[in-house]
């Protein structure tokens, strides 16, 4: 993603409007990622205002955290890319050298100053067969960690949001039963451990999938998610074609066109991207219920250090 340069972004004003519009409609959880969100120079101001109105979380791979603590603490949950106790293995994976240790000084520092600060691994090849004992290591410090699967784009439309990486041989699953059996053990771990932050539906999905290879699961886009870009570009997901920006948003809200959209997106197969999978499955008001019960002891974490989130909390299980 960094190596998509593009200067033009909207501005601290127009942030704003959009995140009015986002409350307006009914926006619940917002998701601040990138490149680094943590770059852009208003990102304190962003982040305090974007707390009033929902469950927040920033992305960042460990380089601007620390710099950036006081404006995190107005964050709901700072998540840190981490993908190998081996900070060779680490460093290969991100691109950059030194990156672990970079990223594991900013989780510990972040952690010590009570900011809600988690890890999240992409789950890939070259690292599936240590996720259990990388869970481990962080749980057992009372860190969160919570996964991406390693996945790519396949050819899409020209004008999507971004582009997500190429194949590549070094991270693509094909141990389906190790796989299985990853999710198999974190279910376990997770009547021992209160910090692995997946649901058992999700982990039953994704299994499931490996194993099978059939996919249980109709894509939610644009019912339960939906991206915007760093120029308020709007679509259900990054892999399609923007269809309006987050300032005429309201004008589609509750249409036809919406709905035609939602159908659109309903009957595409194109990827297994941890984060639309999980927004896809979990979003009746049972499942939520099913979210918030499985993370009660997380939440209660956030809740007791922000009072204002426990309306937040509410919400996502009536959002629906």
């Given amino acids: 993603m960094w190596r998509q340069q593009d200067k033009n972004e909207l501005s601290t004003e127009d942030v704003k409007k959009g995140l009015r519009i ?10 601040l990622s990138g490149g680094n969100p943590l770059l852009r120079e208003d990102i304190d101001e962003i982040l305090h205002y974007a707390s009033d109105f929902f469950i927040t979380t920033i992305y960042d791979n460990g380089s601007m955290a620390v710099q950036k603590m006081d404006a995190l603490h107005d964050a709901d949950l700072v998540a840190i890319s981490i993908d190998s106790l081996d900070p060779k293995k680490n460093d290969f994976v991100r691109g950059i050298k030194g990156a672990w240790r970079t990223a594991m000084h900013a989780v510990e520092v972040l952690h010590n100053e009570g900011i809600s600060v988690g890890v999240t691994p992409t789950v890939s090849q070259f690292n599936l067969n240590e996720m259990i004992d990388f869970t481990k290591y962080f749980v057992e410090k009372e860190i969160p960690v919570w996964y991406s699967l390693y996945s ?37 771990m997770k009547k021992k451990y209160s910090n692995i932050l997946i649901t058992n539906k999700l982990l039953k999905t994704i299994k499931n999938f490996y194993l099978t290879g059939e996919r249980p699961w109709e894509c939610r886009a644009f019912h339960n998610f939906f991206m915007i870009d760093h120029v308020g570009r709007v679509a259900g997901c990054h892999l399609h074609d923007p269809t309006t920006t987050i300032f005429d948003l309201p004008m589609i809200w509750d249409t036809q066109e919406l709905k035609d ?5 309903s009957k595409c197969k194109r990827c297994t991207y941890m984060c639309y999978i999980f927004y896809s499955i979990q979003g009746s008001v049972l499942s939520n219920i099913q ?13 007791r250090k922000r009072p204002t989130a426990q309306l937040r909390w509410e919400q996502r299980v009536m959002a629906y």
Avoid at 22 to 31: F, K, M, S, T
Avoid at 261 to 265: A, I, R, W
Wanted: hydrophobic share 40%.
């Fill in 152 to 188: 790519y784009d396949s050819p899409s439309e020209e004008n999507n949001l971004f582009k997500i990486g190429k194949k590549d041989d070094h991270f693509t699953i094909v141990d389906r039963e190790a796989m299985a059996k990853f999710c198999d053990s974190l279910m376990e």
């Fill in 261 to 265: 959209l939602q159908e659109q997106y």
């Fill in 22 to 31: 986002l409350r307006d409609v009914g926006v619940v959880d917002l998701v």
């Fill in 291 to 303: 979210v918030v019960q499985e993370q009660w002891k997380n939440a209660k974490l956030i809740l």
